[in-house]
């Protein structure tokens, strides 16, 4: 199968570590051009000079604390360079915790970041997908949309959030060649679950390396994913072989999801 993506600009975000950094990389070894975006410009130069040699690759500098400032950013980069036909929107996840005893503002800042900064971002991109008859939005979220995760309160609601939003935006967008898809990550080693794991060691009472494997055997896959594994799928949903592949859910989580 041919994932070519030659002459594809791709929109990578939260592209310095973990599954960002792992799907800018793959896309631009299919030969997009890649941009990469986060808030730590010297992070940002680091992956940048990970990505081919052979491609116009860039990044910009934001904050997905300010969504008015993201979507400024993003529009000012398209104006001087080129428009996006593909968007990845990825941020980190909400801190982990019960839902009864988050406050307001976990909720407010997990929205902002998280389903804010998406809209703005798909305004800012959707107009030249609709010009090129080309477009492909891919949220990264969590399986938590199909199964709220205990202890994760703020970020199973935000994500189910994200989830019907994706799923709204898909069939408005899907008869100008755009397609809108989430892949829900399971255990993965990424910083963020190395501090989940300590969380949950820490309430129950147990090592770190005692909680890791007890996670890992809620997998059927005995393991957790590389990032990698998951940028794979993403890189797919990103190519013209998903053209028919549109408002979906992806779980990558070695069969740990029960619900079909």
Not at 37 to 42: L, S
Not at 98 to 106: D, W
Not at 178 to 185: D, F, G, S, Y
Not at 236 to 254: H, K, M, Q, R, T
Request: a neutral charge.
């Amino acid at each position: 199968m041919n994932l070519n993506l030659n002459n594809k600009n791709a929109l990578v975000c939260g592209s310095t570590q973990g599954i960002g950094k792992a799907t800018a990389i793959a896309l631009a070894q299919e030969g997009a051009n890649v941009t990469l975006v986060a808030r730590n410009r010297e992070k940002l130069k680091a992956v940048l000079e990970e990505l081919p040699k052979n491609k116009n690759h860039r990044f910009i500098v934001a904050d997905f604390s300010d969504p008015r400032d993201l979507q400024e950013k993003v529009i000012k980069f398209t104006n001087n360079n080129h428009g996006f036909h593909i968007l990845i929107n990825n941020t980190g996840g909400p801190r982990s915790g019960n839902i009864l005893t988050a406050s307001l503002e976990e909720f407010e800042n997990a929205f902002i970041q998280h389903l804010k900064c998406n809209h703005v971002l798909a305004q800012a991109t959707i107009p030249f997908m609709k010009e090129e008859g080309f477009g492909r939005i891919i949220n990264i979220i969590s399986t938590s949309v199909k199964e709220p995760i205990p202890g994760l309160g703020v970020s199973n609601t935000i994500r189910g959030a994200v989830g019907n939003w994706s799923k709204t935006l898909a069939t408005e967008v899907g008869s100008f060649g755009i397609t809108v898809n989430n892949v829900l990550p399971g255990f993965t080693e990424t910083e963020r679950l190395a501090d989940i794991i300590k969380v949950k060691a820490n309430g129950a009472d147990i090592s770190v390396e005692e909680m890791t494997e007890i996670m890992k055997n809620h997998t059927p896959a005995k393991r957790f994913a590389k990032p990698e594994e998951t940028a794979n799928v993403i890189t797919f949903l990103a190519s013209e072989a998903a053209s028919y592949v549109n408002g979906i859910n992806v779980p990558v989580d070695g069969g740990r999801t029960k619900s079909l």
